[in-house]
C-alpha cells in the first residue's frame, strides 16, 4: 500500500482526496431541506402563470445571437500552467500546477468585420474539482477583471500581470472599453464589505474600482457552464490581433479558471439574448416544439420558470437564503481528508549484507517488534490492524505518550521530560502512577481529549500559582515535583496570537485554507520549479491564529523560525526555547506586531483619558496585572518623548502608523497615536507578554 500525504501548511498536487461529512451534517441538512420543499409546494401553476410562461417562451423565441468562436494562436499564463485544446468545444482546458493567483493571456485573430461584443463562457470538465469551470475545490473561480487589447503582447506578462492603473501607458492605450457585463449568474455575497453583495459581472470590467480581488463567480452553481459577455463600441478590427487578459486575483483557494472559451459577435444587442441567462437543458427544451416536448421537458420548463417569475419572487428569494445556508452549513461540517491508493504490496525481505540487489534473503511480513504484544491474525497484516494494536486497551503505550503530551502543553514539561522517547532510552517519568492513571482515563473515556484536558486544568495541580519560592529553588529549580506551577516562554504561534488579541485585531475563525501574513519580500528567490511569489493575504484573513500560517516546505514564515518554530522537515516533538535580541527585534519591527501595537494603541487612547489610568488599562489587559509606580513613570517620561518627536517630524509618524493593511483611526492625532504606539511596543517586548506565567 502506498499513502499520499500532505502537510497542512505546504502546497501543491498531493493525489486523490475525499470530502468527509461531520456525524450531525445529515439531520441538520434534513431541517433545511424540509423547509425548501415546504416553499417549494406553495409554488403552484395557474393559469395565470401557465398564461405568462407562454408569453416569455415566444419572446424568447423571437431573439438569437451569432457568436463566432476565436480560436486562440497563443496562450500563456504568468505562473505557468499547461493548457490543452479541447476539440468538441474548441476551448482552453488548464492542467498541472494552480497557483492561488494568474493571469491568461489570449491571442486571437479577429475573424469579424465589425465586433460589437465578447464573450468568455467557462465550461465544465470532468477532469475539474467538482466539474468545475474552476479550479477551486469546489469547482469555482473568480475573474478579477477581463481586458481586451488591439495587438499581439504575449511578451508583455510581466506588464499585463498587474492591476490595470499599473500598466504602463502604451498597453493602456490599446485596451479596448467594455460596458455593460452581464452574466448567466453572478454569486451572492453576504459580506458588508462587498461592494455589490455578489460576485457581480460589473466587478470584472470596472479597472478594479471595486478592488483588486473583487470580481465574476457563480456558486452554487458550480459544474455547470456559464457566460460573460460584455459590450463595446463596434470595433473595426476585421483580420487584427487581439489579446485577451484574464486576470484571477482573488487568491483564496486557487479560485482560477479550469476551462473557457472566446467569442466574438457584431449583433446590435449583444447583451440582451434572453437565452444566454438559461441553463443549457432549459435551452435544449426550449429549442422543442411545445407540443413535441415530452411530460419531463414541460415540468423542466414549468419548475425554471415558477424559478424566475416576479409573482414567486418573495419564496424564491426565501429558498435562495436557504440554499445559501446549506452550503454554509455543508462547509462548516465537512473537512477534506486525502486518500491513499492501493496497490499491490512490494515483497520485503532481509538484505544480507545489506546488498539491497541480493533477493536471496528471508521474506519478511509485516509486524510489531516482538517485545510488544503481538498482533494475532492467520492473513497479512494491513494498516488497519496496526490502528488497532496501537488503541487496544492492552496496549498502553499511545496512550501514555499521549497523556504525557498533554501534560506538556499545560506545564511546559512532560512527566516524562524526554517527548520522542517513552522507553527505556528516555527519562523515567517523576510521577509513574499519574502517567498511567491518565493513561487510563483516555482509553476509559474511549480516547476522549476533551475529557482529559478538563481532568488536567482543573486540578489542584494546575491551578497552582507560578511564582517561585526560595525554598523549592535549591531543591526542585525545573519543578519537576510540580509544587507550583510552571513559567515559560510561549510557542511562535501562541505569541503572535496573543498580539493580535489584545489588539482586537484577531479573527478566530476555525478551520479553512492556509493564510499569508506579512513577510520580506524576495524570501521565496531561490525556490524553483516553479518560481514562487509570495503575495500576503488582505482583509481579515491577514489576522488569522498563526495555526494557519502558509508553510512553503523548509521556508517556514521567518517570524515563527526567529520564534524557535521548527522547519518540519522532520518529526519535532519538542520545540527549544531560546532568548535572543533577534526575537527582540522582531517584536519591535515586525509589520504583524507593530500593526498590532497601533491598533492597541487606539484601544488605549480611546478607553482612558489619563495617561497614567491608560497605561493601567494597556497592562491589564496585556500583561494581566498594574502596573507599579516605576513603570508609569518610565512609560510616561517614554510617550512624551516620542509624542515631541513625531509632532516635530509627521511624516515619520505617518509613517509609523500605515504599517500594515489597517487605516489609521480618524480623530486621533498622529503624534499622539504614534508615541502611545511605541509604548505598546515596548509592553509587548516584555518577558511578560511573552511568557505563560
Same mark, same amino acid.
Given at each position: ?140 473561480? +473568480? ?47 453576504? @459580506? ?37 459577455? +460584455? ?35 457584431? %449583433? ?110 492467520? $492473513? ?13 486497551? %492492552?496496549?498502553?503505550?499511545?496512550? $501514555? ?55 488536567? +486544568? ?77 503575495? @500576503? ?30 522547519? $518540519? ?125
Amino acid at each position: 500500500e502506498r499513502g499520499l500525504y500532505a502537510g497542512a501548511h505546504d502546497s501543491g498536487d498531493w493525489g486523490p482526496s475525499i470530502e468527509v461529512p461531520s456525524p450531525e451534517l445529515a439531520s441538520l441538512l434534513k431541517i433545511i431541506d424540509a423547509e425548501i420543499a415546504g416553499l417549494q409546494q406553495t409554488m403552484q401553476d395557474t393559469p395565470e402563470i401557465v398564461a405568462a410562461r407562454q408569453q416569455w417562451e415566444a419572446k424568447i423565441a423571437m431573439r438569437e445571437i451569432e457568436w463566432q468562436t476565436l480560436p486562440s494562436r497563443d496562450v500563456r499564463a504568468y505562473h505557468e500552467i499547461d493548457f490543452h485544446v479541447t476539440d468538441e468545444h474548441r476551448a482552453l482546458l488548464a492542467k498541472g500546477a494552480n497557483p492561488d493567483e494568474n493571469a491568461y493571456a489570449v491571442t486571437v485573430t479577429n475573424p469579424l468585420s465589425s465586433v460589437t461584443g465578447f464573450r468568455l463562457e467557462v465550461l465544465p470538465d470532468s477532469e475539474l474539482p467538482k466539474n468545475g469551470p474552476g479550479r477551486a475545490a469546489n469547482g469555482n473561480f +473568480v475573474v478579477t477583471e477581463l481586458l481586451v487589447l488591439n495587438g499581439d503582447y504575449r511578451d508583455r506578462m510581466e506588464d499585463l500581470k498587474k492591476v490595470y492603473e499599473q500598466w504602463p501607458d502604451d498597453l493602456k492605450e490599446q485596451a479596448f472599453a467594455l460596458q455593460n457585463a452581464t452574466s448567466t449568474f453572478e454569486q451572492v455575497q453576504s @459580506a458588508e464589505n462587498h461592494p455589490d453583495k455578489k460576485w457581480s459581472a460589473a466587478s470584472a470590467i470596472d479597472h478594479d474600482s471595486r478592488g483588486s480581488t473583487w470580481g465574476w463567480a457563480i456558486m452554487p452553481e458550480a459544474g455547470q457552464p456559464h457566460e460573460l459577455v +460584455v459590450q463595446t463600441d463596434g470595433l473595426q478590427t476585421a483580420g487584427q490581433t487581439l489579446t485577451f487578459v484574464v486576470q484571477q486575483y482573488h487568491g483564496n483557494g486557487s479560485h482560477t479558471v479550469g476551462k473557457f472559451r472566446l467569442s466574438a459577435t457584431s %449583433d446590435d444587442e449583444p447583451v440582451s439574448d434572453p437565452l444566454r441567462s438559461l441553463p443549457v437543458d432549459v435551452q435544449e427544451v426550449l429549442a422543442v416544439k411545445s407540443d413535441d416536448r415530452s411530460e419531463e421537458q414541460q415540468q423542466r420548463i414549468a419548475e425554471y420558470y415558477r424559478g424566475i417569475t416576479p409573482a414567486f419572487a418573495e419564496t424564491n428569494q426565501k429558498i435562495a437564503d436557504l440554499l445559501v445556508r446549506r452550503q454554509q452549513t455543508v462547509d462548516e461540517h465537512t473537512r477534506t481528508s486525502l486518500v491513499t491508493v492501493a496497490v499491490d504490496p512490494r515483497t520485503t525481505r532481509v538484505l544480507p549484507r545489506g546488498n539491497w540487489m541480493d533477493l536471496s534473503g528471508e521474506i519478511v511480513e509485516p509486524g510489531v517488534p516482538e517485545y510488544f504484544s503481538q498482533i494475532e491474525s492467520d $492473513r497479512r497484516l494491513t494498516r488497519v490492524d496496526l490502528a488497532d494494536w496501537l488503541v487496544d486497551p %492492552d496496549n498502553p503505550l499511545t496512550a $501514555r505518550v499521549m497523556v504525557n503530551r498533554l501534560w506538556k502543553l499545560f506545564f511546559g514539561e512532560g512527566l516524562s521530560g524526554v517527548m520522542d522517547d517513552l522507553g527505556s532510552q528516555g527519562q523515567p517519568p517523576t510521577h509513574p502512577e499519574l502517567l498511567d492513571r491518565l493513561a487510563i482515563e483516555l482509553i476509559e473515556s474511549d480516547w476522549d481529549i476533551k475529557h482529559v484536558i478538563k481532568l488536567i +486544568v482543573m486540578s489542584k495541580t494546575y491551578r497552582q500559582s507560578s511564582q517561585q519560592r526560595s525554598e523549592l529553588l535549591e531543591i526542585d529549580p525545573r519543578n519537576r515535583l510540580l509544587a507550583r506551577q510552571s513559567r515559560y516562554r510561549l510557542d511562535a504561534e501562541f505569541i503572535r496570537d496573543n498580539a493580535l488579541a489584545v489588539s482586537g485585531l484577531l479573527n478566530r475563525r476555525i478551520g479553512g485554507r492556509s493564510v499569508k501574513p506579512y513577510q520580506p519580500q524576495g524570501l521565496y528567490r531561490h525556490l524553483n520549479f516553479p518560481k514562487r511569489e509570495y503575495q @500576503a493575504d488582505t482583509g481579515d484573513q491577514q489576522y488569522r491564529r498563526g495555526l494557519y500560517t502558509h508553510w512553503q516546505r523548509q521556508y517556514l514564515h521567518p517570524a515563527m523560525k526567529t520564534l524557535d518554530a521548527p522547519a $518540519r522537515e522532520e518529526c519535532t516533538a519538542t520545540r527549544p526555547r531560546s532568548n535572543t535580541p533577534l526575537a527582540a527585534l522582531l517584536l519591535l519591527n515586525d509589520p504583524s506586531y507593530v500593526e498590532a501595537a497601533k491598533m492597541f494603541a487606539a484601544r488605549a487612547i480611546e478607553a482612558r483619558d489619563e495617561s497614567a489610568d491608560r497605561i493601567e488599562w494597556m497592562f491589564m489587559t496585556a500583561l494581566a496585572r498594574t502596573p507599579d509606580e516605576a513603570e508609569v513613570n518610565v512609560l510616561v517620561d517614554l510617550v512624551q518623548l516620542h509624542q515631541t518627536w513625531y509632532a516635530e517630524h509627521p511624516a515619520e509618524a505617518k509613517q509609523l502608523l500605515m504599517t500594515g493593511q489597517s487605516s489609521m483611526r480618524e480623530g486621533l492625532d498622529p503624534a499622539e497615536h504614534a508615541a502611545w504606539t511605541s509604548a505598546i511596543r515596548a509592553i509587548m517586548n516584555m518577558h511578560e507578554f511573552v511568557t505563560r506565567n
